[in-house]
Nanobody, 126 residues
């Protein structure tokens, strides 16, 4: 089955930057994957942050992170990255990597379609 392992995260002051990585293994989808990042803070619902297709389509971003976060990927390594700049205290959350298979690249921003999840990594902005 698909496994997603996040790394990175940690604590940073407001205005700073952090980078997250997620490596996918055990890929079993019959089509190319969307890989994405989500976050959840205590008392709030999980929020889709960014999604990217494995074949060169433009990424999708939540409005709350546009212009500050950048999602990218290394297809050869089945790894997706999230570069987070100009961080704000409200970005504090547990960040999760997720994925699903699809032939439609435009679905990577359809957050409810993600079905496989990593265990998460904490990001704290003070």
């Amino acid at each position: 089955h698909v496994q997603l392992v996040e790394s990175g995260g940690g604590s940073v002051q407001a205005g700073g930057s952090l980078s997250l990585s997620c490596e996918m293994s055990g890929y079993t989808y019959t089509s190319k994957p969307c890989m994405g990042w989500f976050r959840q803070s205590p008392g709030k619902e999980r929020e889709g942050v960014a999604g990217i297709y494995s074949e060169g389509s433009a990424p999708d971003y939540a409005d709350s992170v546009k212009g500050r976060f950048t999602i990218s990927q290394d297809n050869a390594k089945n790894t997706v990255f999230l570069q987070m700049d100009s961080l704000k205290p409200e970005d504090t959350a547990m960040y999760y990597c997720a994925a699903f298979g699809t032939v439609r690249s435009y679905l990577c921003g359809s957050w409810s379609r993600y079905r496989d999840w990593g265990q998460g990594t904490q990001v704290t902005v003070s």
